[in-house]
Structure formats: structure tokens, C-alpha cells
């Protein structure tokens, strides 16, 4: 979204307001042309014979999202097994997916196995049980590199001690498993969840993988995961994707001489590809001031954005309806019973009740981590696409907070006269 004339336009001219206008508040706005640039800048900064780039669907899960990313030539990174099916559902080749799970049981993978897509573990049990049910079905180990860099601790979760991946001081029983059961390993996979600050930083924990890598001989595939950063305020850090590529591609295709094959490398990232493709809008409802604090109450709240209160995340408000005049510093809160805040004491032009909000990078894990919290309804979504907005998500209604809900015969419903 750029400031042009006074006012915000999305891509190709389009008027938030008027989708504001058309849909109603509160409201996800994802522009497709920001996605498309993501993913294209990263497919040009790798120079390899073979890179996949699944995307790490968990952030924004809306099937017509799904299907951009099939149509881009992407696969998926999928850590559920409701994922696997919305990844078939959106026509996606079941080898273009590849399933990531943590402390699941081994019913649910072998309903994945059972869906053809690629199986990735991530711990020496299951694996046992893996080799012993499915020993002609690859697979792909996740590698624990004990890297504990940037980030939060929520997200951190290649560190020591971390729940996700086998540590890397555990190689060798894996080794004895894929002995035991003749198990074929096709790949090798890490992902930290670490904001890759330093492209030299990401290289040597790089070769962590690489140095596992060497001891499976059938491997097609070694998967990096993510960690690509990008920006959510002004002079923040970006990862830097074009000199990452130059570095790895060059580390990857010596590898593969000295593996003596062209492996696929292969990457998972989820926010590096959404974020910033992502606007949730709000409208101001209360304007409250006190002694200390001018607040601006919207509504929505941590049910709907939930990124500022959960991990203290930094998203820019701006306001939409108003660009010109004299602004103030405002605390933007939300409607929920429980302290919400989206942004303490933000500058922006000055807002009027009624006025609309805009919180920017909204377009991973935000939507995908909304809720019903106060019996409210999830607000709808809107693609732009081509210069043309399209409904991909009502709101929902007072059917759906009943949906599932059964009214046990236990006390007399008091219906209203
Ligand atoms: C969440 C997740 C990702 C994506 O992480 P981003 O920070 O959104 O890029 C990649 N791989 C796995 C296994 C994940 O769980």
C-alpha cells in the first residue's frame, strides 16, 4: 500500500476505503502482488540446478492464498494433518507437499502417508514406530542444531532445549533405526525458527546440516526451513535474501559435488512470503482521553490480531481515513475484556471517531491465529488481485458460534417473548 495524491491505494489503484465500504470492519485485506514479489525474489536469489520453495502455510491458510502458491510453482510446508487436506483440496501434487509435525501420534501421520506426501520426523520414537509400519515409505528427518540466535522465545525452537528435531548428538541412533528397518532417509531437514540477521551467521549453521548430510547416502532433498526476516517498522532489518543466495547456492552446489548427486534444496518460509502482503483494518469506535493517554478503542482485539499482545510484536498503524493535518500520539486498543493493546503511544494523523485503522504486516499469523474469544466473529478477508478486490472469507455469523454447539436437554431454554 503506497501514500499516493493524499491517499492509500493497494495494487493495481485499488481503494481500501471503498473495500472497507463494500465488505465492513473489521477486515483482512491481502494483496496478491506483494505476495508474487516475495516469492519471486526469492526463487531468483538461489543458483542451484533444483530449489523448492514450499510455503509454510500455517501463516495464512485461505485456500485461495493456497492455490497463488500452486499457481506459482510452489509446494507447501504443512505441520498438521487438517493442513495436508487443505493443501490437497487446493489441487497441490501430493509430492509438492511436505508434512513437518511436532508431537503427533502415528495414526496421524499414517493418514499422511496414506495422502502420498512427504513425511518429515522429528523424534526417535516415532520414527521407530515409522520404520517398523511403513519401512518402504521415505522419509525426512528433522535435525535439532542446538542454534539459539534472534527472534522470540515462542518461535526460537532450534536451541537445546527445544522440543522440535532430533538433536544432532543423536545421529547415531537414528542410524541404527534406518539399519534396523530399512528405512530410506530422503532428506535432511532444520528449521530454527531464528530471524536470519547475518547471511554468514545462517551459513554455519548451515553446515551443521550439511555435516549430517553426509552420512545419509540416499538423500534427494536438504531442507533449511526458514528464519527469513522482514521488516515491521521503519530502518528494521530485512533479511538480506540476495546475498543469502549468493552464499548458499555456492555452499549448496559445492556440497552436492562432493555428495556426488543435484540435490533440491529447499526452503519453508511462511512470513517472509505473507507479511507484508497483509492489512487488517479497524474502525475507531471510542476516542478516550486521560491524564496520560489519549486511546483509540477499535473494533476488534486480541481475538482477531492477537501478534502484539502474544509476542509483544511491533505492527505500524497508520490512519486510512485521514493522511493530512496535524497528528498525535495515540494508544490503540482494543474491545475485549482483558487488556489489549495493539500500539502504545503511536504517532498518526489526528483520528476522529469512525475514522479507519490500518495495521500493517497482518498477513502472517494474524488471521490464522484468530479466535472467538468474547463470543465474537472472525472478521472476513478480501484478496486483491488484478486490480480487483474479491470476497475469499465471510464474516462469520451468530450460526457459526452455535455450529457444533448441542443443546443438551438438561435445562429449560428460556427463549425470548
Ligand atoms: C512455522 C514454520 C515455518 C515458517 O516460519 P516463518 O518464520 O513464518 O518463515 C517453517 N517451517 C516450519 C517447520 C515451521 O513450523
Redesign the pocket.
Known sequence: MILENDRYVLSGGVDPLQIVEQYGCPLYVYDSAVIERQYKRMEGAFNVKSLKINY?C??LSNINILRLFKHMGSGL?T?SWQEVMLGLQAGFDPQDIIY?PNCVSLDEIAEAVKEGVKINIDNISILEQFGQAFPDTPVCIRVNPHIMAGGNVK?SVGHIDSKFGISIHQMPLVQRVVEATGLRVEGVHM?T?SDILDPEVFLSGAEILLNIAREFPDLDYIDF????KVPYKPGDVETNIEELGVLISERFNDFCEEYGKDLTLMF?????LVSEAGYFFAQVNVIKQTTSTVFAGVDSGLNHFIRPMFYNAYHKITNLSRTKGRSRFYTVVGYICETDTFGINRRMTELQEGDIICMHNAG?YCFSMASNYNSRFRPAEVLVHDGQSHLIRERETLEDLMRNQVEAPLFEAVKAQ
Open positions: 509454510a500455517k501463516a510446508d505441520v513437518t518461535t528449521h525458527g526451513g526458514s528464519g527469513f519453508e518460509p511462511g512470513k517472509f502472517a
